[in-house]
């Protein structure tokens, strides 16, 4: 993607050029922040023992230095393995949700996110929209608040909101 000052952004693969694994083979790339900002394996902010995973295809940013990606987090169990990162890339990014943490919306009951699809989108102010399907084949649409006003409690919960929920069609 390209940004207004002209900042080149990508999620990039990185050669394998025998120092790197294929723990530690993506990476979030700037032209203009002096290459890679954030790599697979280095620590997730909100528990530090805790590596980045593969990062996924979609990447959103603004003119503001915020990005948006979802990625795997290595070492979480299975049912929380994967998350949804947002803010400035220093060092990493905020986890706005987390994979096994129960969705924040009435009427879901226990629903936790279960996928993070590649459609989140961030607008000027940091505030990021994205949907996710839900364990019992719901599926969320969600906004998550600017960088300054939110807030992630390791134990679950954050002040991401989901603002409606519906059942994904799927094609005959």
């Known amino acids: 993607m390209i940004l207004s000052d ?3 952004l990508h999620i990039a693969q990185l050669d394998k050029d025998g120092a790197t694994t294929n723990a530690d083979d993506t990476a979030l790339w700037s032209s203009n922040l002096g290459g890679i900002l954030v790599r697979e394996g280095d620590a997730a ?3 530090p023992g805790v590596p980045l995973g593969q990062f996924g295809r979609q990447l959103a940013a603004n003119d503001s230095g915020d ?3 979802t990625c795997g987090l290595v070492g979480e169990s299975a049912a929380q393995n994967a998350g949804l990162l947002s803010g400035i890339p220093s060092p990493v990014p905020d986890l706005l949700a987390k994979r096994g943490v129960p969705a924040p919306t009435a009427g879901t009951g226990a629903a936790q996110f279960d996928l ?3 459609d989140h989108v961030l607008n000027s102010v940091g505030e990021v929209a994205f949907t996710a399907r839900l364990a019992g084949a719901k599926a969320a ?7 300054h006003r939110r807030g992630w409690e390791p134990g679950g919960g954050s002040t991401t909101k989901c603002l409606s929920l519906y059942a994904p069609r799927h094609p005959k």
């Open 67 to 69: 990005v948006c990606f």
């Open 116 to 118: 993070f699809l590649d």
């Open 6 to 8: 002209a900042e080149v």
């Open 45 to 47: 902010g909100y528990a």
């Open 141 to 147: 649409r969600c906004l998550a608040p600017a960088r």
